[in-house]
C-alpha cells in the first residue's frame, strides 16, 4: 500500500515569499500523483498533477511541482505567493494502473501574511 | 451549480442512530467516490463505484457502512448505530474515466458529521 507524508503541517509567509512544500511517497510501482488545494471554505480543487513525461509539472495559479523519482518526492512550488493563496494543500498518490483510490497526506496549512 | 453536491452540509445525532448522506455527482460523469476526513488529516478512501457497481471498498468502511447507487446516478452512504469515532467529514468525489491514466476528480463541499 502506499502512504505520502507532508512534513509541514503549518507555514507562515509574507506576500512575496517564494513558496516550497514537501510531498514524500511511499510506494514500489508506478505512481499518479497531484496536489490538491482547499481555500477557506470551499471544496478540494486539483492544482496540478503528474502522470509521466516531463518531471516538472505546470498548475494553476502559477503553481508547479517537481516530481524526483530517486526521492520519492513531489514538492509544491511558486516564486511569489498572494494573500490568496491562504489554503490548505494536500498532496495525493494513486498506484498507475490499479485501484483508483487516492491515498492523502494530512496537508499543510498556508497561511500568508499580507 | 453544475459541481458535485451533498446533502446535508452538517449532521448531529446521537449515538446509536442511523444517519444517511447523499451525493449527486456532475451529470455525465460515470465514477464516484466517498472519502472520510477527519481533523487535521487528508482525506482517506471509503469506497467508489463505476455506474451502479461498488468496485473497490477501503477495509476502513465496517460492516455498519453501507454505499448505493441504484441508477449510476446519485449515491447514498449510510451509517448504522453511530458511534463517536464516526465524526468526520464525508466527502464525495465524481469523474469522467475514459480508460486512461488522465482521471480528474471533483470533490463536493462534503457532509461534517457530528456524533454526540
Known amino acids: 500500500a502506499q502512504s505520502v507524508s507532508q512534513h509541514n503541517h503549518h507555514v507562515i509567509l509574507s506576500e512575496a515569499a517564494s513558496l516550497e512544500l514537501g510531498c514524500n511517497y511511499s510506494?514500489?510501482?508506478?505512481?499518479?500523483l497531484f496536489w490538491y488545494v482547499q481555500y477557506p471554505g470551499q471544496h478540494l480543487q486539483l492544482l496540478l498533477k503528474?502522470?509521466?513525461?516531463?518531471?516538472l509539472v505546470k498548475g494553476i495559479k502559477g503553481f508547479e511541482a517537481e516530481f524526483i523519482k530517486s526521492k520519492f518526492s513531489f514538492n509544491l512550488r511558486k516564486p511569489s505567493v498572494q494573500w490568496s493563496d491562504t489554503a490548505e494543500y494536500f498532496c495525493?498518490?494513486?498506484?498507475?494502473?490499479?485501484?483508483?483510490?487516492?491515498?492523502f497526506g494530512s496537508g499543510t496549512q498556508l497561511t500568508v501574511l499580507p | 451549480d453544475t459541481g458535485v453536491s451533498q446533502d446535508p452540509r452538517h449532521k448531529i445525532t446521537k449515538r446509536g442512530q442511523n444517519v444517511t448522506f447523499r451525493c449527486d455527482p456532475i451529470?455525465?460523469?460515470?465514477?464516484l467516490y466517498w472519502y472520510r476526513q477527519t481533523l487535521g488529516q487528508g482525506p482517506e478512501f471509503l469506497t467508489y463505484?463505476?455506474?451502479?457497481?461498488?468496485?473497490?471498498k477501503s477495509r476502513l468502511l465496517s460492516d455498519r457502512f453501507s454505499a448505493e447507487r441504484p441508477k449510476g446516478s446519485f449515491s447514498t452512504l449510510e451509517i448504522q448505530r453511530t458511534e463517536q469515532g464516526d465524526s468526520a467529514m464525508y466527502l464525495c468525489?465524481?469523474?469522467?474515466?475514459?480508460?486512461?491514466?488522465?482521471?480528474?476528480?471533483?470533490f463536493g463541499s462534503g457532509t461534517q458529521l457530528s456524533v454526540l
Open positions: 510506494y514500489g510501482g508506478t505512481v499518479n
Open positions: 468525489a465524481s469523474s469522467l474515466a475514459n480508460g486512461g491514466a488522465d482521471e480528474k476528480l471533483f
Open positions: 463505484f463505476q455506474n451502479e457497481a461498488q468496485l473497490e
Open positions: 495525493a498518490v494513486n498506484a498507475q494502473g490499479s485501484a483508483r483510490q487516492l491515498t
Open positions: 503528474y502522470f509521466s513525461g516531463d518531471p
Open positions: 451529470s455525465e460523469h460515470n465514477r
